[in-house]
């Protein structure tokens, strides 16, 4: 068994004919917390739409989890999970929003299960599982859409700029809760952060960017 979750080789995205991603080689292993840096406009978000497999490369060859990736069919988006800086939330309660994704799986023992993920990102289940949507803070809101994702326990979670204008607490649970993600579920997490320091702190690696290229 290969220890490497993605390989990503000759990987090109272009958008009307510019090219803003050209990654000769990228892997990430299985367990990895993987940081991304690089200036606006450097291709992270568009590595990480890639990684989500919500957009296709114009060329390259993708392997995930040992299987070359033709198309992204819904068995393989299941296993990927994407959050990005401005938190979509269902205008529900906290509960109601961390259990969609487990009610669209057919999830058994739900409510435990959103328990927990509040727990992970340090929100007290009996206090926030029945506040309403437009109740929180950007912070909370934020670690509430980070749940959500947390319950349906994918393999991958992709973070783009989760902490971007949050308050410190916010972002120092935002970084336990990975820590902790990984150690619980062996989770894979690529974070792309403008915070270096905080990104150092919770990544094993940071790989920086510059015109969508690898910066060495
Ligand atoms: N959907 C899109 N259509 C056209 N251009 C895009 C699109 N998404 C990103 N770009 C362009 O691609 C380049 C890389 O953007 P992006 O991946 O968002 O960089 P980063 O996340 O590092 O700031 C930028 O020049 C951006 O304007
Ligand atoms: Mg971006």
């Known amino acids: 068994m290969s220890n490497i979750l993605y390989k990503l080789s000759g990987v090109t995205q272009c958008y009307s004919d510019k090219t803003v991603l050209n990654l000769d080689d990228f892997t990430v292993s299985k367990g990895a917390i993987i940081g991304l840096a690089g200036h606006n406009g450097s ?8 990684l989500a497999f919500l957009e296709s490369p114009v060329s390259g060859e993708i392997i995930f989890d040992g299987k070359k990736i033709e198309t992204a069919d819904i068995q393989l988006r299941r296993k990927v999970t994407l959050l990005t800086q401005e938190p979509y939330l269902l205008k529900r309660t906290v509960a109601g929003n961390v259990a969609y994704g487990l009610e669209l799986r057919g999830a058994t023992h739900i409510e435990s299960k959103v328990r927990e993920s509040l727990s992970l990102v340090g929100l007290e289940p009996d206090i926030f599982m029945s506040r ?18 947390l319950a349906i326990n994918p393999m991958v979670l992709l973070l783009d700029e989760p902490t971007a204008s ?3 607490e916010s972002t120092l649970l935002i970084h336990e809760a990975a820590v902790k993600v990984r150690e619980k579920y062996g989770t894979t997490l690529v974070i792309v952060s403008h915070d270096y320091l905080w990104l150092e702190d919770v990544a094993d690696k940071i790989i920086t960017f510059s015109q969508g290229k690898i910066k060495n």
């Not at 309403?132 to 994702?149: F, H, K, M, N, T």
């Open 43 to 50: 291709g992270k978000s568009t590595l990480m739409r890639i």
């Open 132 to 149: 309403q949507w437009y109740e929180l803070s950007g912070g909370e809101a934020q670690r509430v859409a980070l749940a959500a994702r």
């Open 166 to 168: 949050l308050d410190r």
